[in-house]
């Protein structure tokens, strides 16, 4: 009897590691980023796609964290002084009230970029969203290439977007 329980510990320990690895996958450097379709705050629907060939600032937030809205004046800026060279920055609002908290926030802040309303299976995709702020880098190929979580500054965003940038547009 005790043989058994040994061996149906060790099946459930090594499908649990199974599950973490996969998980881990999903959303890590050097990986495909997933393909996505959300609603925007301005009624219309986004899909990663619709980025093709720009480098993509993808930040995970919410209105009500206080990070993810320090970071937000770094995005604004980024966007206006790097878009006309490929940069695309959108937001995922993980805010369970949506458009109605989202639509407000981004008009008073004055954001520059498309916002987007998250679900979570939008956040499993992406390995599941721990915390907020999640960014991740995505390439001109449509690759991961970075991962942030929590607060990062401007400069940091700035230095590893700068080669990307230079990369020619396909």
């Known amino acids: 009897m005790k043989k058994s329980i040994g061996w149906v510990f060790c099946g459930l320990l090594a499908a649990l590691m199974i599950v973490a690895e996969v998980r881990a ?22 899909n990663l796609s619709d980025f093709k060939g720009k480098v993509v600032v993808l930040d995970f937030w919410a209105t ?5 809205r320090a970071e937000i004046p770094s995005f604004i800026a980024l966007q206006k002084e790097l878009g006309d060279q490929g940069l695309a920055v959108v937001g995922i609002a993980l805010d369970d009230e949506g458009v109605k908290a989202v ?32 960014t991740f880098i995505i390439d001109r190929d449509g690759k991961i290439v970075g ?4 607060l990062t500054s401007k400069e940091a ?6 080669p990307l940038l230079k990369s020619a547009a396909k």
Not at 28 to 46: C, F, N
Not at 147 to 150: I, L, N, S, V
Not at 157 to 162: A, V
């Open 25 to 46: 996958a999903k959303g890590s450097v050097g990986t495909v980023a997933p393909p996505w379709s959300l609603p925007s705050i301005d009624g219309k629907t986004l």
């Open 103 to 134: 639509k407000p926030f981004a008009k008073k802040n004055g954001i520059n970029y498309p916002l987007v309303i998250g679900t979570q299976a939008t956040s499993d995709a992406y390995g599941g969203i721990d915390a907020i702020p999640t």
């Open 147 to 150: 991962k942030h979580m929590g």
């Open 157 to 162: 965003f700035l230095k590893e977007l700068t």
């Open 64 to 68: 009500w964290c206080p990070p993810c």
